[in-house]
DNA sequence: TTGAAAGCGCTAACAC
DNA sequence: GTGTTAGCGCTTTCAA
């Protein structure tokens, strides 16, 4: 093992106080004498002194430490939307203090449920941290069931009350939907986030809706499902091309099925951006640098994780912030793989 | 707030047992009376005792937590080299119910100096990972002061003697090398990573072993130093395209920059894998789905953080493996972005 | 201004 | 088998 730790005990026998003074001397108590406080401090600083963390911890129940468990049933969660989202709370938690804690499961797994239910109980951590909410979330139920401190990215479908950040999906969705009605696309398909995670629905939504209004048709062969990676997207995106006439145009609802589906495209000798538009939701990073660079939809992750994170410790703090169900709007990013306008030559 | 837990005093006052008995029947000792122990459990269940985590890590006086910090001067960490290997390192320790403690610091920074006090002092962790080891590396030379039980993704330059997993980067740039030359390549231009890290030092090392073992002179203005990053990658090339007579290919130190250099080139009309050749090094998830896909070297990210959690843990709980200085083979890719063979109407 | 003492919730050596 | 007791290292009343 490693050198045993100095101690509040040892420190104050070293000086010569009683461990209740040598505490008080360096936690800045204003009622020991300076000069004590001054001795305390230096025998600290030479013997290395640390308090240790854990019994403080234990004395003030309370860990200062948050809890983000991963929802992914890939364990590498290669999906960038994870790393960008935990650095948002992670930077954030540092800023204020915190410790984060973070470990992945599979969505709906038994360990997935072990998991909250360790956090929840046994001060295992002062705060959680949710995200892809899903219908009918048993994270959350149990969650406010237990009354548990926790902020979630996402909403639900039932009606339980509890503090969440979001952005507007459906309205992201419109604006895409938008975009490419307005380069003269009508026959949109679109490659769907699997049923069962909230923003895959608010997304669903929102391009069935912006359809509708502007008076174009859907046939249900338009839409399938993909599972969020490159490969599910370039593996489900074959369904969407043997439609006749064809699309012109396909949506994915993120931009790792869109990377996915435009390499399949490309594979195929299909030139994306001319014969046919692709457009991601998220903006990653990586999103800038596809060939062509991918239209989308961006969200501030980062920014949602600290927002998140930020309104996490305030509710552990019984500050209750005044707003606990925030959402954002997300914005439209026009590159090339949505190409120009239809017509004129294309098609 | 949120509940209030019950306790094992609770619960003991509840059964009618001394708390020693309530403890010792959970913790399945086999000096509790059967019937004892069932009333317990009985007690515990319809109660809903959790034991408290941080109660029962003063008395063990271990964490079973380890700890990650991440060394990143971007707080995002967009670099996927983190996420993939906090997945290998998480999911190990989760394997062996230990708990993942992560935090970011820009590298050789006081918040990261006071990030590793905290973690060799106080109990806050029982072990830390460290990555990408540095020059003179101050985190290394900490740890083995303080005796702390740590493994390093790296090797260092001084004569410490301390548990390390690392790839073997020199002979990984050697198959690179090798593989363009092999293509008729003599004029192979070097975009590396920035001095002070270990690996950035084998790899260079690497480039220059090779090229001299084929008796290739190499020119300073081939070499330049980029920061990992697309961005920085593309804003560095532009300093290898004025030469002449030209480079016929670029090796870049990490797959990032040998995207932001395949993106600007493109942006100049320049042909990736027909006018030049392009190579990176790691392989990241993103390198099979560049256009042209990215000839690299892969580095088995997971897995080297898994093996590393692994033997950390081993250390922690005093099994010191037999062998501590784990040296791995990386493997080269070849994929469009290195082209075919020089000569034949290209050039 | 300081110290004694209690206690956070748990484990474990040692009686009984 | 079970309970008593003594901590783990710290904070915090409460008296002195």
New binding site residues.
């Given amino acids: 093992m490693w050198d ?2 100095v ?6 026998r070293h000086v ?12 800045d ?9 001054q001795r305390v401090r230096e025998a600290a600083e030479q013997l290395g ?4 963390i ?3 911890r ?4 309370r860990n200062d430490t948050l809890g983000f468990i991963i929802p992914t049933a890939d364990p590498r969660f290669a999906d960038p939307f994870f790393s960008e989202f935990m650095a948002g709370i992670g930077n954030e938690a540092a800023r204020k203090d915190y410790d984060l804690l973070v470990s992945t499961h599979s969505p709906d797994s038994p360990g997935e449920k072990a998991a909250y239910e360790r956090a929840t109980r ?2 295992w951590v002062d705060g959680l941290i949710v995200v892809r909410t899903r219908e009918n979330d048993g994270r959350i139920q149990l969650l406010c069931q237990s009354n548990f401190p926790f902020v979630a990215f996402g909403r639900t479908d039932d009606d339980l009350n509890f503090p969440y950040v979001d952005e507007d999906s459906t309205a992201g969705m419109r604006l895409l939907v938008q975009h490419l009605i307005g380069l003269g696309h009508k026959r949109i398909g679109y490659l769907s986030p699997p049923a069962g995670l909230m923003f895959g629905t608010y997304r669903r939504c929102g391009y069935y809706e912006t359809m509708a209004e502007y008076d174009l048709p859907v046939d249900e062969s338009w839409v399938i499902e993909g599972d969020m990676t490159q490969r599910g997207g370039a593996d489900a995106v074959g369904k969407l091309l043997n439609l006749d006439p064809p699309l012109t145009a396909i949506i994915c609802g993120n931009d790792l099925m869109a990377i996915g589906t435009m390499n399949r495209l490309q594979n195929l000798g299909i030139n994306v951006g001319r014969d046919i538009a692709v457009a991601g939701f998220d903006d990653i990073p990586w999103a800038a640098y596809t060939a062509p660079p991918l239209t989308t939809i961006r969200q501030p992750i980062y920014k949602i994780g600290q927002q998140t994170c930020s309104m996490l410790i305030n509710i552990i703090n019984g500050w209750e912030p005044e707003n606990t169900h925030i959402m954002l709007t997300p914005e439209l990013i026009v590159r090339e793989s949505s190409g120009t306008r239809l017509g004129n030559g294309r098609r």
């Fill in positions: 045993v730790a101690t509040l005990k040892d420190l104050a010569g106080v009683s461990i209740t003074t040598a505490s008080r001397a360096l936690a108590y204003d009622d020991v004498a300076e000069e004590t406080r002194y640390y308090p240790n854990t019994a403080r234990l004395q003030k129940r046994g001060g």
